[in-house]
């Protein structure tokens, strides 16, 4: 049987930039770091360019050539290379996720905390069936229905990450409060439920919701959206830029203690509590 080469899925790119990092935080070459191991060929360059596995039991030694022996990196590394083959829930609707939001809900789905700032929609996680529906069609336009239908049910399924029984997503989000306007003509009750959705989300313990007043002066937000994905241990964070017409991943080589979160996005953002007392009204 001929090999057949593996996907570079985002466990494994995010598995061989943590390799690569420490690599060259140490100076050694490829080949010097392979000679340590005994390891020929290009596997250690495949490894790292998320194009080749790595067994759990070598990520130890590898480790440890770069002189890294702590027990949570170590464990945090392992994981990610018992992970590298799983298969995600998403990837049933692989004929209608993008790549790119497949990375996504896998970030998503091994993330310990995502802070968001979105200016012109409900974030996913927290919109309601109808919502969803609506932006999802009129997002896809090439789309037949059935396909913004399963475009919907994967925004849906997204929303167990808040309630999963162990270690439930701390979600954290400020939207701009001109989104809690908008309006769908065809079916008037969709925000109606929209926000009852909101309300709901909010009484979650591990989900923080804040509204961007119409009244906010200029703030770093203003540029576009962010997210800023955390993940558990010594995981370096995954930051996501969109604007109008780039979208942009930079991930960061340390946690974002003092990076911009969506409390700095705006000058006075309303606090939760005021949230649902304006959606309650809406």
């Known amino acids: 049987m001929p ?19 420490y690599r060259n935080a140490t100076g050694m070459s490829l080949d010097a770091a392979s000679a340590e191991l005994g390891w020929l060929g290009p596997k250690l360059s495949r490894i790292e360019t998320a194009n080749g596995h790595i067994r759990p ?12 022996t702590d027990p949570e990196i170590v464990s945090a590394l392992e994981g990610l290379a018992k992970d590298a ?3 995600g829930w998403w990837q049933t ?20 905390s995502i802070r968001i700032w979105s200016p012109l929609l409900v974030p996913g996680l927290l919109q309601s069936a109808g919502y969803a529906c609506e932006t999802a069609a009129a997002n ?14 994967v925004r ?9 029984p162990k270690a439930p ?17 065809v079916r008037p009750d969709t925000m109606r439920n929209q926000l009852r959705r909101l309300l709901d989300a909010a009484e979650l313990p591990n989900v923080t919701l804040q509204v961007m007043p119409l009244a906010a002066t200029p703030h770093p937000g203003g540029a576009g959206g962010f997210n800023l994905v955390g993940f558990p241990g010594p995981m370096p ?4 830029l969109e604007n109008s017409s780039v979208r942009l991943t930079l991930r960061a080589s340390t946690k974002c203690r003092s990076s911009p979160t969506p409390s700095s996005a705006s000058s006075r953002p309303h606090s939760p509590w005021t949230t649902r007392r304006h959606s309650s009204h809406g």
């Open 140 to 153: 896809a336009t090439t789309r037949t229905p059935e396909e913004t239908a399963a475009l919907a049910e």
């Open 237 to 240: 964070d995954v930051v996501l």
């Open 57 to 68: 039991a070598e990520v130890a030694p590898l480790l440890a050539v770069y002189g890294v």
């Open 93 to 112: 609707y692989s004929g209608v996720v993008a790549p790119a939001y497949a990375d996504y809900i896998s970030l998503e789905s091994d993330a310990e």
């Open 156 to 164: 849906m399924a997204r929303h167990a990450m808040l309630t999963r």
């Open 3 to 21: 090999n057949v080469r593996p996907v570079p899925t985002v466990r494994r790119r995010r598995l061989g930039e943590a390799l690569r990092r």
């Open 169 to 185: 997503l701390k979600f954290w989000a400020v939207i701009h409060e001109a989104v809690l306007y908008q309006r769908f003509a």
């Open 85 to 87: 083959r799983k298969q």
